[in-house]
């Protein structure tokens, strides 16, 4: 199939789902294990594009820096819609239904350093030339995953500069943006990561199963 016609077909029938959720919250390794748990046949991932690009540029902006913050995070935005484009296009060429991001394309919110959501978030609609509405419709469902409580995140968080306050504040606000999603559904953080990811697996086989 040429990709004009790969395109077409994958906008209209490709079901998109984002992961969404507070540093350690396990979107990363919530994809690796759908990737691991055979689900190819019909589910097609997307991996996070700013640990991508990290790993490719060396480049990390200046969390500090408000206005490098802003370039990068539209930059981003950028990123994240064409590359949910071409993961649409390849999802159509190899026969499956299903999408699975981690994170959306209002995941840069939090990163503007604006406490309020309502004004956060129209901060970022101005700087990506976006509207919260125009998200919304990009996905079909948004799985969002609960961050653990404090000890947790501090036992696993490794190279991670964020403090907990802050981790935390940032999750809330994502929650905030994406609850009034149609497809908003939560994931309940647990110790035991394999029954963190059969709710998770639950979820998707009850979200995807007419697809």
């Known amino acids: 199939m040429g990709i004009r016609g790969a395109l077409e077909q994958g906008i209209r029938t490709v079901y998109c789902i984002a992961l969404v959720g507070g540093q350690t919250a396990g979107k990363t390794e919530a994809i690796k294990a759908v990737r691991g748990f055979g689900y190819h046949d019909r589910i097609h991932t997307l991996g996070e594009l700013a640990r991508s690009e990290w790993e490719v540029t060396g480049y990390r902006p200046d969390m500090s820096d408000p206005e490098e913050m802003s370039i990068y995070q539209r930059w981003i935005y950028q990123v994240q819609c064409q590359h949910e484009m071409f993961a649409s296009i390849e999802a159509v060429r190899r026969g499956r239904s299903v999408l699975l991001a981690d994170r959306s394309r209002l995941c840069g919110v939090p990163y503007l350093g604006i406490s309020e959501t309502g004004k956060a978030v129209a901060a970022f609609e ?20 609960e961050m653990p409580p404090e000890d947790a995140y501090e036992a696993i968080r490794q190279r991670r500069q964020t403090e907990y306050p802050i981790a935390q504040s940032r999750s809330v606000m994502l929650f905030d943006m994406w609850k009034d999603h149609p497809g908003f559904r939560v994931v309940a953080w647990m110790e035991d990561v394999r029954f963190r990811h059969e709710l998770l697996f639950r979820q998707l086989f009850d979200c995807t199963a007419s697809r």
Do not use: M, P, Q, S
Request: overall charge neutral; charged content about 20%; proline content about 0%.
């Open 126 to 145: 101005r700087l990506c030339g976006t509207t919260k509405a125009e998200c919304y419709a990009a996905y079909d469902a948004i799985f969002f995953l």
